[in-house]
C-alpha cells in the first residue's frame, strides 16, 4: 500500500476491483463506511461477480475476467479526452512532459524494441530523449506530439465505450457513471483510491494491470494524498513483512537486488544493482544509498568476518546465474524435470495452492527428500496418497515439521498498510511443535557442524553470524534488533553496540550494520517501535503516528510530498498529509525534509527535490518501462473464449509472457474452442483460509462451507440442465476427469456479450482439498487442478483468474 487502512475513511470515490473487500478484507469496510458517512464518499465495485461487496456499493459494474486493463485503458480514454487531469501536478510531478525518443512506435499489438528470438522487449528502446547537458528534455505545455502526455493519450484514444464495452461485457452506460465518478476525484480537494487484491494479479497481464491504475492515479493527483494510493490488500496477515524481508528470489532485505554471476565484485554491483546516477538534476534518487544499504547488509549476515579487506564478504552471497529465473513456476518447471531433488515446504500448501496443482504433485513425486513445515499435515505432505498418486511407485521421502500457530510465539508482523506491529504470545505451542526461529536453529547449527577448512565453500556458512538463540526469552528481541541495526564504531551518529537510529545514519564504509535497512528505526534506542500503542492525536486524517511503527522511517503515506502544491499547500486543506510552515514541515513524516519545490514568491527552489524520491527521475512514471511494454495494452488471457484480440490486431497474447517448456502436463485449451467454452475465476470465501488448511480442521467452519461449490448463472444452468445442488464436474484441459463440485445456481453471475456473442463465465473457491476434514483421495476438489502455469512476465505469477472449463452433471 501507498496509504493506509486507517486512510481509506479519508476517500472521496472507492474503487473496488480486482478485490472483494467486504467478504476477505471485512476490516477494511470499516474505513470505506467511515468515508461514505463522513465524506459522502462514493463506492465503485467492479468485477465478474455480483459480490458481497458489489450489494453494498453504491454502483457494481461487470466484467468479463481477465479485460481490466481495457476497462481501465478506456477510463485513461475518458479522462484525456474530457482533460480532466490534475493539471499542475502532472506537469510538475509525473514524466508526462518529458519526450521520447523518435523511434517509439507501437503496430500490430507490439511496441518497438521487441525481439522474437529472445521473446523480450529492450527496454532501451524506449528512451527519454536528452539536451546537450544531458538533462532529459520537457514539454511543460504537454502538446509535442514526442511527450509522455501526447503518446499516452494517443494509445488509449482507441479505448472508446464502444470497445471497451464490447471486450469487457460491461454496458456502455455503466462504463460512463464509472468513469463519471471517478475522474471526479481528480478534481484539486478531493481523493480517489483503489483497493485490489489477487484478482488484479493473477493474469498473464497482472503487474500491467496495476501500473494502468497507477497511470489514472498520477493523472488525477491521487498518489501521496490523503485518500488516495494504490492500495494493495494483502491476503495474510504478514505478506507484506515477508516481502520486505525477501521471501522472494530477485531481492534481498529492504528490496535490495540479488546478485547475479556477471556482478562479480561490490563495485559492479553498487554501479549495477541500482542507479547511483540520474538525468536529471531535482531527484533525489534515494536508490544512489544502495552501497550504504548493502555493505550494512553485508555487516549484519557476516559480521566480523566481513571486511573491507574482503569487500565486506561480497563474493559469499549466492548468485543469480545470468538470464535465470527462480520463481514460483521456474522452480516447479525444475523439479518436474528432475534437476530439484529436495524441497523445503514452509507454511505452504502448493499441491493446492498452485496453479496447474496436479503438476506440482507430479513434479513433488521426482524429489528425493521434502521437509513440510506446518501447523497441520497439508494435501503438500500428503500428497504421495492424494488422488491419482500410486504411493508404491514414489520415493519421495517426506518430513513433518511441527509449527507454532501465530498465537503461539512472539514477534512482528507488517501489515497491508506497511504497519509493523508487535504481538505477544498467548500461549505455548503443543507437543515439540516450535517458532520456526527455532526450527531454522536447530537446522542451521546442524548443517554448520558438518562443515570443516577442507569443505567445498565452507566460508558462508562457518562465517555467518548467528548469535541470537542463547536466551530462549529474548530470541525474537535480538533478531528484531539485528534487523534494525547496530552502530560497530563509535561516531558523531552513535557508540559501538548502539542500536543505529534509522536508515539516515548507515554507512558504506563498514562501521554500522543492519539486516534491512528498511527496517532501520523499528527497534532502536527509544526501544520497540513496533510495539507502541498511542492511538489518535491531534492530525485529522488518521496518521496515529504513534501507533506501532511504519516503514520508510515511519512515514504513514508513501511520497507524501506529492500532497502539496509546488509551494508547500496542501492540495486538499481539510485532509492535509504535510504542510511547509516557512520553517518545515508538519503532519507525517515528510519524504525527505527539503523545503518546498517554489519559494512563496513562485520562484524556484534549486535546493529543493522532486517528491517521488524512489524513482531515478523524481517523478511518478507514467510511462514506466516493464517488460511487456511502457504502456498497458490489453491482451486476451492464455485461455480465452476469443480466438483473436478484439482490439484488432495479430497479437492475441501478451508478447512477453512466460509460458513453460511445452510438454502435455502445460496444455492450454485452444483460444475460442468448444471444449472448454466458459470462462472461470478462482476466489476465496469467508469461512476458509487460504487453501484451507487451518479451517478445514474447524467443525463449525466446515458445517459453514462444507464442500466444493461452483457458481454459475441461472441461464448457464439452464443451458446445461443443472438445477441448484446437483453434483457436477467442472473440466478443463489439465484435467478433463473433471473437479467435483455442487453446482450453486444464483443471480450472481450474469452472462456477458462479447463482441455480439454470449460468454458465460463460472466461479470456483480454491479453500478445498481431500486431506480435511476427513482424508479421502477420491475426492478430487482442489480448484487448482483446472488453473494453467502460464504467468506475467514481469511476476511469473500463475493465470488463475481466468481460464477456460466446461460444466456438466456428475453421473
Given at each position: 500500500?501507498?496509504?493506509?487502512?486507517?486512510?481509506?475513511?479519508?476517500?472521496?470515490?472507492?474503487?473496488?476491483?480486482?478485490?472483494?473487500?467486504?467478504?476477505?478484507?471485512?476490516?477494511?469496510?470499516?474505513?470505506?463506511?467511515?468515508?461514505?458517512?463522513?465524506?459522502?464518499?462514493?463506492?465503485?465495485?467492479?468485477?465478474?461477480?455480483f459480490t458481497r461487496t458489489s450489494a453494498v456499493a453504491d454502483m457494481y459494474a461487470p466484467l468479463r475476467s481477465g479485460t481490466d486493463i481495457a476497462f481501465l485503458g478506456g477510463m485513461i480514454n475518458y479522462i484525456l479526452q474530457n482533460d480532466f487531469i490534475q493539471d499542475t501536478y502532472v506537469k510538475e510531478y509525473t514524466n508526462a512532459s518529458f519526450l521520447v525518443n523518435g523511434k517509439?512506435?507501437?503496430?500490430?499489438?507490439?511496441?518497438?524494441?521487441?525481439?522474437?528470438?529472445?521473446?523480450?522487449?529492450?527496454?532501451?528502446?524506449?528512451?527519454?530523449?536528452?539536451?546537450?547537458?544531458?538533462?532529459?528534455?520537457?514539454?511543460?505545455?504537454?502538446?509535442?506530439?514526442?511527450?509522455?502526455?501526447?503518446?499516452?493519450?494517443?494509445?488509449?484514444?482507441?479505448?472508446?465505450?464502444?470497445?471497451?464495452?464490447?471486450?469487457?461485457?460491461?454496458?456502455?452506460?455503466?462504463?460512463?457513471e464509472v468513469y463519471e465518478t471517478y475522474a471526479a476525484s481528480g478534481a484539486v480537494g478531493k481523493a480517489g483510491t483503489i483497493m485490489y487484491a489477487m484478482g488484479w494479479t493473477q493474469h498473464t497481464v497482472g503487474a500491467q494491470n496495476i501500473r494502468t491504475m497507477s497511470i489514472i492515479q498520477l493523472l488525477l493527483g491521487n498518489i501521496g494524498v490523503a485518500g488516495g494510493g494504490v492500495n494493495a490488500l494483502r491476503g495474510e496477515s504478514n505478506v507484506q513483512g515477508s516481502t520486505d524481508h525477501c521471501l522472494l528470489f530477485h531481492i534481498l532485505p529492504g528490496y535490495l537486488k540479488?546478485?547475479?554471476?556477471?556482478?562479480?565484485?561490490?563495485?559492479?554491483?553498487?554501479?549495477?544493482?541500482?542507479?547511483?546516477?540520474?538525468?536529471?538534476?531535482?531527484?533525489?534518487?534515494?536508490?544512489?544509498?544502495?552501497?550504504?544499504?548493502?555493505?550494512?547488509?553485508?555487516?549484519?549476515?557476516?559480521?566480523?568476518?566481513?571486511?573491507?579487506?574482503?569487500?565486506?564478504?561480497?563474493?559469499?552471497?549466492?548468485?543469480?546465474?545470468?538470464?535465470?529465473?527462480?520463481?514460483?513456476?521456474?522452480?516447479?518447471?525444475?523439479?518436474?524435470?528432475?534437476?530439484?531433488?529436495?524441497?523445503?515446504?514452509?507454511?505452504?500448501?502448493?499441491?493446492?495452492?498452485s496453479g496447474n496443482a496436479d503438476k506440482v504433485r507430479q513434479a513433488m513425486a521426482k524429489l528425493d527428500w521434502m521437509v513440510c513445515t506446518n501447523i497441520y499435515s497439508t494435501e503438500t505432505s500428503e500428497f504421495w496418497r492424494g488422488p491419482g498418486m500410486d504411493p508404491a511407485s514414489i520415493n519421495t521421502e517426506v518430513y513433518e515439521l511441527p509449527a507454532a500457530a501465530s498465537i503461539e510465539k512472539e514477534g512482528s508482523i507488517t501489515n497491508s498498510g506497511r504497519w509493523g506491529q508487535w504481538r505477544y504470545k498467548a500461549i505455548d505451542p503443543p507437543g515439540d511443535a516450535k517458532p520456526d526461529a527455532e526450527i531454522l536453529d536447530e537446522l542451521f547449527t546442524a548443517v554448520?557442524?558438518?562443515?570443516?577448512?577442507?569443505?567445498?565453500?565452507?566460508?558462508?556458512?562457518?562465517?555467518?553470524?548467528?548469535?541470537?538463540?542463547?536466551?530462549?526469552?529474548?530470541?525474537?528481541?535480538?533478531?528484531a534488533k539485528e534487523i534494525n541495526g547496530y552502530h560497530l564504531v563509535d561516531s558523531e551518529n552513535g557508540n559501538a553496540g548502539d542500536l543505529v537510529t534509522n536508515f539516515t545514519k548507515l554507512a558504506d564504509d563498514g562501521t554500522t550494520a543492519s539486516g534491512n535497512w528498511l527496517y532501520c528505526q523499528s527497534y532502536n534506542e527509544d526501544g520497540?517501535?513496533?510495539?507502541?500503542?498511542?492511538?489518535?492525536?491531534?492530525?485529522?486524517?488518521?496518521?496515529?503516528?504513534?501507533?506501532?511503527?511504519?516503514?520508510?522511517?515511519?512515514?504513514?503515506?508513501?511520497?507524501?510530498?506529492?500532497?502539496?502544491?509546488?509551494?508547500?499547500?496542501?492540495?486538499?486543506?481539510?485532509?492535509?498529509?504535510?504542510?511547509?510552515?516557512?520553517?518545515g514541515w508538519e503532519g507525517d513524516v515528510p519524504d525527505g525534509g527539503w523545503a518546498p519545490m517554489q519559494n512563496a514568491d513562485g520562484t524556484d527552489n534549486p535546493d529543493s527535490m522532486l517528491p517521488f524520491i524512489m524513482r531515478r527521475f523524481g517523478m511518478g512514471q507514467i510511462l514506466g518501462a516493464m517488460a511487456d511494454g511502457p504502456f498497458p495494452e490489453h491482451y486476451e488471457p492464455a485461455e480465452s473464449p476469443l480466438a483473436t484480440n478484439p482490439m484488432g490486431y495479430a497479437q492475441r497474447l501478451n508478447p512477453a509472457v512466460y509460458v513453460p517448456p511445452a510438454e502435455e502436463m502445460n496444455a492450454l485449451a485452444t483460444p475460442g474452442g468448444s471444449d472448454y467454452p466458459i470462462v472461470c475465476s478462482t476466489y476465496r470465501v469467508t469461512e476458509h483460509w487460504q487453501t484451507g488448511v487451518m479451517t478445514r480442521w474447524v467443525p463449525w467452519l466446515n458445517e459453514l462451507q462444507p464442500?466444493?461449490?461452483?457458481?454459475?448463472?441461472?441461464?448457464?444452468?439452464?443451458?446445461?440442465?443443472?438445477?441448484?445442488?446437483?453434483?457436477?464436474?467442472v473440466k478443463g484441459i489439465r484435467q478433463p476427469a473433471g473437479v467435483k463440485a455442487v453446482a450453486v445456481v444464483t443471480k450472481r453471475f450474469k452472462p456477458f456479450t462479447i463482441e455480439g456473442d454470449t460468454v458465460?463465465?463460472?466461479?470456483?473457491?480454491?479453500?478445498?482439498?481431500?486431506?480435511?476434514?476427513?482424508?479421502?483421495?477420491?475426492?478430487?476438489?482442489?480448484?487448482?487442478?483446472?488453473?494453467?502455469?502460464?504467468?506475467?512476465?514481469?511476476?511469473?505469477?500463475?493465470?488463475?483468474?481466468?481460464f477456460m472449463v466446461d460444466v456438466v452433471k456428475e453421473a
Amino acid at each position: 500500500m501507498t496509504n493506509h487502512w486507517i486512510d481509506i475513511g479519508n476517500s472521496d470515490v472507492i474503487l473496488i476491483m480486482g478485490s472483494n473487500a467486504a467478504e476477505n478484507h471485512p476490516i477494511s469496510m470499516r474505513w470505506v463506511n467511515k468515508a461514505r458517512a463522513d465524506n459522502g464518499a462514493k463506492m465503485i465495485s467492479v468485477d465478474p461477480r455480483f459480490t458481497r461487496t458489489s450489494a453494498v456499493a453504491d454502483m457494481y459494474a461487470p466484467l468479463r475476467s481477465g479485460t481490466d486493463i481495457a476497462f481501465l485503458g478506456g477510463m485513461i480514454n475518458y479522462i484525456l479526452q474530457n482533460d480532466f487531469i490534475q493539471d499542475t501536478y502532472v506537469k510538475e510531478y509525473t514524466n508526462a512532459s518529458f519526450l521520447v525518443n523518435g523511434k517509439f512506435s507501437f503496430d500490430s499489438g507490439m511496441f518497438n524494441g521487441y525481439d522474437d528470438t529472445t521473446g523480450k522487449y529492450d527496454k532501451t528502446a524506449w528512451a527519454f530523449q536528452k539536451g546537450e547537458d544531458d538533462v532529459i528534455l520537457k514539454d511543460k505545455d504537454l502538446e509535442d506530439p514526442q511527450c509522455v502526455y501526447q503518446l499516452l493519450k494517443t494509445h488509449y484514444s482507441r479505448y472508446d465505450l464502444a470497445t471497451v464495452s464490447s471486450i469487457t461485457g460491461t454496458p456502455e452506460a455503466k462504463l460512463q457513471e464509472v468513469y463519471e465518478t471517478y475522474a471526479a476525484s481528480g478534481a484539486v480537494g478531493k481523493a480517489g483510491t483503489i483497493m485490489y487484491a489477487m484478482g488484479w494479479t493473477q493474469h498473464t497481464v497482472g503487474a500491467q494491470n496495476i501500473r494502468t491504475m497507477s497511470i489514472i492515479q498520477l493523472l488525477l493527483g491521487n498518489i501521496g494524498v490523503a485518500g488516495g494510493g494504490v492500495n494493495a490488500l494483502r491476503g495474510e496477515s504478514n505478506v507484506q513483512g515477508s516481502t520486505d524481508h525477501c521471501l522472494l528470489f530477485h531481492i534481498l532485505p529492504g528490496y535490495l537486488k540479488t546478485p547475479v554471476d556477471t556482478w562479480t565484485d561490490l563495485t559492479t554491483y553498487n554501479e549495477s544493482a541500482r542507479p547511483i546516477t540520474t538525468d536529471e538534476p531535482r531527484s533525489a534518487n534515494w536508490w544512489q544509498h544502495t552501497p550504504k544499504y548493502m555493505v550494512s547488509f553485508l555487516k549484519s549476515m557476516y559480521g566480523a568476518a566481513a571486511t573491507s579487506e574482503n569487500e565486506f564478504a561480497y563474493h559469499w552471497l549466492p548468485k543469480l546465474d545470468s538470464g535465470a529465473n527462480y520463481a514460483w513456476q521456474p522452480l516447479f518447471d525444475a523439479m518436474y524435470n528432475g534437476s530439484i531433488k529436495g524441497f523445503f515446504a514452509w507454511g505452504q500448501n502448493p499441491a493446492c495452492s498452485s496453479g496447474n496443482a496436479d503438476k506440482v504433485r507430479q513434479a513433488m513425486a521426482k524429489l528425493d527428500w521434502m521437509v513440510c513445515t506446518n501447523i497441520y499435515s497439508t494435501e503438500t505432505s500428503e500428497f504421495w496418497r492424494g488422488p491419482g498418486m500410486d504411493p508404491a511407485s514414489i520415493n519421495t521421502e517426506v518430513y513433518e515439521l511441527p509449527a507454532a500457530a501465530s498465537i503461539e510465539k512472539e514477534g512482528s508482523i507488517t501489515n497491508s498498510g506497511r504497519w509493523g506491529q508487535w504481538r505477544y504470545k498467548a500461549i505455548d505451542p503443543p507437543g515439540d511443535a516450535k517458532p520456526d526461529a527455532e526450527i531454522l536453529d536447530e537446522l542451521f547449527t546442524a548443517v554448520k557442524a558438518l562443515y570443516g577448512e577442507g569443505d567445498v565453500f565452507p566460508d558462508p556458512i562457518l562465517n555467518l553470524k548467528w548469535d541470537y538463540f542463547d536466551d530462549p526469552a529474548k530470541i525474537t528481541h535480538e533478531l528484531a534488533k539485528e534487523i534494525n541495526g547496530y552502530h560497530l564504531v563509535d561516531s558523531e551518529n552513535g557508540n559501538a553496540g548502539d542500536l543505529v537510529t534509522n536508515f539516515t545514519k548507515l554507512a558504506d564504509d563498514g562501521t554500522t550494520a543492519s539486516g534491512n535497512w528498511l527496517y532501520c528505526q523499528s527497534y532502536n534506542e527509544d526501544g520497540n517501535n513496533m510495539a507502541r500503542r498511542t492511538a489518535g492525536g491531534t492530525d485529522p486524517i488518521g496518521l496515529n503516528l504513534g501507533w506501532a511503527w511504519c516503514w520508510p522511517i515511519n512515514r504513514r503515506i508513501i511520497y507524501n510530498r506529492a500532497s502539496v502544491d509546488p509551494k508547500g499547500v496542501p492540495w486538499d486543506a481539510t485532509h492535509p498529509v504535510i504542510a511547509w510552515t516557512g520553517e518545515g514541515w508538519e503532519g507525517d513524516v515528510p519524504d525527505g525534509g527539503w523545503a518546498p519545490m517554489q519559494n512563496a514568491d513562485g520562484t524556484d527552489n534549486p535546493d529543493s527535490m522532486l517528491p517521488f524520491i524512489m524513482r531515478r527521475f523524481g517523478m511518478g512514471q507514467i510511462l514506466g518501462a516493464m517488460a511487456d511494454g511502457p504502456f498497458p495494452e490489453h491482451y486476451e488471457p492464455a485461455e480465452s473464449p476469443l480466438a483473436t484480440n478484439p482490439m484488432g490486431y495479430a497479437q492475441r497474447l501478451n508478447p512477453a509472457v512466460y509460458v513453460p517448456p511445452a510438454e502435455e502436463m502445460n496444455a492450454l485449451a485452444t483460444p475460442g474452442g468448444s471444449d472448454y467454452p466458459i470462462v472461470c475465476s478462482t476466489y476465496r470465501v469467508t469461512e476458509h483460509w487460504q487453501t484451507g488448511v487451518m479451517t478445514r480442521w474447524v467443525p463449525w467452519l466446515n458445517e459453514l462451507q462444507p464442500e466444493m461449490f461452483v457458481e454459475m448463472s441461472e441461464e448457464l444452468a439452464t443451458e446445461k440442465g443443472i438445477a441448484n445442488g446437483d453434483r457436477v464436474l467442472v473440466k478443463g484441459i489439465r484435467q478433463p476427469a473433471g473437479v467435483k463440485a455442487v453446482a450453486v445456481v444464483t443471480k450472481r453471475f450474469k452472462p456477458f456479450t462479447i463482441e455480439g456473442d454470449t460468454v458465460h463465465q463460472v466461479g470456483l473457491p480454491w479453500c478445498y482439498g481431500w486431506v480435511a476434514p476427513s482424508p479421502d483421495a477420491t475426492r478430487i476438489t482442489s480448484a487448482n487442478l483446472l488453473t494453467p502455469n502460464v504467468g506475467d512476465p514481469n511476476t511469473r505469477i500463475p493465470e488463475s483468474k481466468a481460464f477456460m472449463v466446461d460444466v456438466v452433471k456428475e453421473a
